[in-house]
């Protein structure tokens, strides 16, 4: 009960925060229109109630560094500086509220928000609104803009004192993850004769906390995120990265499958991105340009 409530309280502490939007109303990524007329390229492709609002909401989980997370009380990372690139194709300002990952989906059915971009792997269960575990219908389906590619890693304390190399290793063990994540899915599904202890987050850093204080083994997550965390946590002397990246899949902004022509204009800004090199520099700045796509495709995910 009382890591529950802990849960609810870092998430509560998070939206506090959140969140001014991203995208051409700040001066750090505002430009002007290629086109030099005054309206950004892509603009009319947008929905009639997109162009009025003047706002993309998107739904995010803003505890997920580099690619999403919270700096100066603004969201930063890879997904907000994506969104602000966009922003300027398309003419409108992407505007970030946190939520809990696992809900994300349930937010955009609901209309809190417009799309997902959150460091969603695309899987044929979320384009079917399908739950995972018991391949029921729980919602409305969803079209993901693929714009990335990751898969699953492996973290563990610096100097690996348990000596992991693979999934198969954690079998028997204590593991934390983050909840409604496809890591979490991939542990689930992991076969072991002795079954592991899953421990599971509402955020990344809670999981990656329990890995700190030695109450885990490994904390397994998005490729990104690992790698920052390695790098980051300790000054790079707290944990460590092993094996190789494990069912690379694609990114997706998620979309309601009703809601088409948002759908086909944030493809074609993603892809007017990829072509003229901000979406390289955005993956550069960020180091993670080992995920980056050569074109944005829409529901890639198997």
Known sequence: MGKHLVALGAT????????????????????????????APLYD???????????????????????EFVRNGKPTGVDPDLAAVLGR?????FQFGNGSFDTLLTGLRAGEHDVVMSAMTDTKDRQEGLD?????????????????????????????????????????????????STAYDLLQSQRCDEPMDIEAYDTHDQAQARLKSGEVVADVADFPVVAYAVKTAGGGEDFEMVGEQIEAGPYGIAVLSSNTQLRDAIQAAVNAAIRDGSYGEVLKKWNVGEGAVTDATINSGT
């Open 89 to 93: 194709e398309l003419g409108v300002r």
């Open 12 to 39: 509560a502490v998070a939206a506090a925060l959140v969140l001014a939007g991203c995208g051409d109303d700040d001066p750090e990524n505002a430009s002007p229109s290629p086109s030099g007329t005054g309206k």
């Open 132 to 180: 995972p575990a018991t391949g029921e219908k729980i919602g409305e389906d969803i079209d993901f803009v693929d714009y990335f590619r990751s898969g699953s890693s492996i973290m563990v304390k610096k100097g690996n004192p348990e000596g992991v190399k693979t999934l198969a290793d954690l079998c028997g063990e204590r593991v934390a993850v983050q909840s409604g």
């Open 45 to 67: 492709e947008l929905p009639e109630s997109v162009r009025k609002a003047g706002v993309v909401k998107v739904g995010s989980d803003l505890l997920y560094p580099p690619m």
